[in-house]
């Protein structure tokens, strides 16, 4: 059964910084690029942050989180993360794991957590 995880969300003061984790079982992860999303209110989700699964490549980041978020993955525990420090309202969302897999051929997201900035 696959399953896809996060956690580490909850409430920050403008900032502040959180810990995403995104945990994976029933799939290869490593083959896998890793991507999260998010989705504020009465917005369209938007991909802010990915690691790729092959090695060398470089993460990358959105316009609105570049120099703010930093992705990692540690594939021998099935994990990824996203640090999110000087973190701003406009950061205030659901955030999700997505794992996408390099050939296409599948497609998994976690459940979503929130994340709320706010003083």
């Known amino acids: 059964q696959v399953q896809l995880v996060e956690s580490g969300g909850g409430m920050v003061q403008p900032g502040g910084s959180l810990r995403l984790s995104c945990s994976g079982s029933g799939f290869i992860f490593g083959l896998h690029n890793i991507n999260w999303f998010r989705q504020a209110p009465g917005k369209e989700r938007e991909l802010v942050a990915s690691?790729?699964?092959?090695?060398?490549?470089?993460?990358t980041y959105s316009d609105s989180v570049k120099g703010r978020f930093i992705v990692s993955r540690e594939n021998a525990k099935n994990a990824a993360y996203l640090q999110m420090n000087n973190l701003i309202s406009e950061d205030t969302g659901v955030y999700f794991c997505?794992?996408?897999?390099?050939?296409?051929?599948?497609?998994?997201w976690g459940q979503g957590i929130q994340v709320t900035v706010s003083s």
């Open positions: 690691a790729p699964a092959l090695v060398g490549l470089p993460a």
């Open positions: 997505n794992a996408h897999r390099i050939n296409g051929q599948s497609d998994y």
